[in-house]
């Protein structure tokens, strides 16, 4: 397998596609990584589910204000503007279609759009949180994962075995060999690494690629 991409170039890749004053929330853990990552000239405005909207960068260590922290519990830091509301109001906004963008991690993607990620079974953690509110609030639902799991099984397959967190919710997947689209239940293929083919990127995709007549190169800086 040609060298992948690692999790903060997964992240920036999927930070070139929000626009510019977009709101945006970003799940816990890896997604948070693309705020980071925001072109030049564009500046996202980021939601936080406990509720704050428009807030920055993690302080430096040692600064942190342990009042200001993210659904994830890590440090922020705040923008001029930036709003802190009750929880309860922070869901309505999601609940209502005010986001525009939800970036999200994934165990299992399928090619309808199905999401599972919150729990790898009976052992897993107990209640799904936010994210079921997210997928079917946010006007856009993006997925940034590794291809395969740790043992190298796929993890975009044609149909999740695992708990779902939303139906039909996805429309592209960042992972660290392609980017893919996911439309009228498939997965269309837009970008790949260069030196992987389309026969070993297939290898370790759980259902078809469909393939548009342009196929572009997954490429980001390193990082």
Request: glycine share 10%; with cysteine.
């Amino acid at each position: 397998m040609s060298t992948k991409l690692s999790n903060a170039q997964i992240a920036w890749r999927a930070a070139q596609d929000i626009e510019d004053g977009a709101y945006v929330n970003l799940g816990i853990g890896f997604p948070e990584m693309v705020a980071k990552f925001q072109p030049p000239g564009r500046q996202a405005i980021f939601h936080t589910e406990n509720g704050v909207l428009n807030f920055g960068e993690a302080p430096p260590e040692g600064e942190e204000d342990w009042d200001l922290i993210n659904a994830g519990k890590k440090a922020i830091t705040l923008k001029p503007g930036a709003a802190f509301f009750h929880h309860a109001d922070s869901f309505a906004m999601v609940r209502g279609g005010h986001l525009d963008v939800a970036i999200l991690g994934a165990y299992e993607v399928a090619e309808n759009g199905d999401l599972a990620n919150w729990s790898t079974g009976p052992k897993g953690v107990p209640a799904v949180g936010g994210a079921m509110d997210l997928v079917h609030g946010a006007k856009r639902v993006a997925v940034i994962t590794d291809h395969v799991t740790k043992d190298g099984r796929p993890k975009l397959l044609k149909a999740c075995t695992l708990p779902l967190t939303g139906i039909g919710c996805v429309t592209r997947v960042y992972t660290s060999l392609a980017v893919i689209d996911i439309e009228n239940a498939r997965f269309v293929l837009r970008e790949k690494l260069p030196g992987m083919s389309v026969d070993e990127l297939q290898s370790v995709t759980g259902a078809e690629l469909v393939l548009p007549d342009t196929i572009g190169d997954l490429v980001a800086p390193e990082l």
